[in-house]
């Protein structure tokens, strides 16, 4: 999910998203299969013998799961202990760190041979020069001949303007999640609403929190500072992806 979060967006997890996070991914099975596609379409393959995997920012495992089961002893980090607990029970394999990705270093020591930050966890961290010391991080602790993959959302070229702020993540006949976002210059409020239906009726539940405008050249170069070799940065769908090996 995220690092050490702002506080409000800490509470938004807390009171909002996180006990309906895997309702929001719907299928997980069929969401776990996605995600492990989309890793090995990164060049995340079965991992050598004792390869060690790093997930920051893992919520409750959408991408440690599949690192597991590619076989990479994996270390999880991520602050919402109660999406870690749901890992746990998914995944008892995978070592669990609840903790502020900022501290990675003392959280997860030494090196591993893959180190993903993927769904938005870049863009929930306060500030550019918490990414920029994250970033640092996982280079250092990228091993040689390593993968470091990232991905997050691209909110950075084009704001989204009147009613194309409105997003419908997901809906069933009880609960209907939409989300609204308003762009500043350097960061987008991003307001969640949430209508449950029970046999009182319709409630709404709504709550904000802001997310870093991050683009894909300001996170490359970051990259390229830290001594790794960027060999894929691409944006499909709103989707930025980026992945970097350390050759020396």
């Not at 309702?23 to 069929?30: E, P, V």
């Not at 060049?43 to 013998?49: C, D, E, T, W, Y």
């Amino acid at each position: 999910m995220t690092g050490m979060p702002t506080s409000s967006m800490r509470a938004h997890y807390e009171r909002l998203l996180s006990p309906i996070y895997r309702w929001m991914l719907g299928d997980f099975t069929a969401a776990l299969e996605r995600s492990q596609k989309e890793l090995e379409g990164l060049g995340v393959g079965r991992a050598p013998g004792g390869a060690r995997g790093l997930d920051l920012g893992a919520g409750l495992g959408l991408q440690t799961i599949p690192l597991v089961r590619l076989g990479y002893r994996t270390t999880a980090i991520d602050t919402s202990a109660e999406l870690l607990s749901e890992l746990a029970s998914e995944c008892p394999e995978a070592q669990r760190v609840c903790g502020d990705l900022l501290d990675a270093d003392t959280l997860a020591p030494g090196t591993y041979e893959t180190i993903v930050c993927m769904g938005d966890t870049l863009t929930h961290l306060p500030s550019q020069e918490d990414v920029a010391r994250l970033l640092s991080t996982a280079c250092t602790k990228l091993a040689l001949h390593g993968t470091l993959v990232l991905t997050f959302r691209e909110y950075a070229s084009q704001a989204r303007e009147s009613t194309d702020r409105f997003i419908l993540v997901r809906a069933d006949a009880d609960r209907i999640l939409t989300c609204c976002l308003d762009y500043g210059t350097e960061r987008v409020q991003v307001t969640d609403l949430v209508h449950e239906r029970s046999a009182a009726g319709w409630t709404l539940r709504a709550s904000a929190y802001r997310k870093l405008r991050l683009s894909r050249e300001w996170v490359t170069e970051q990259l390229n500072r830290n001594g790794v070799m960027v060999t894929l940065s691409t944006t499909d769908a709103g989707k930025i992806s980026i992945v970097a090996r350390r050759v020396v």
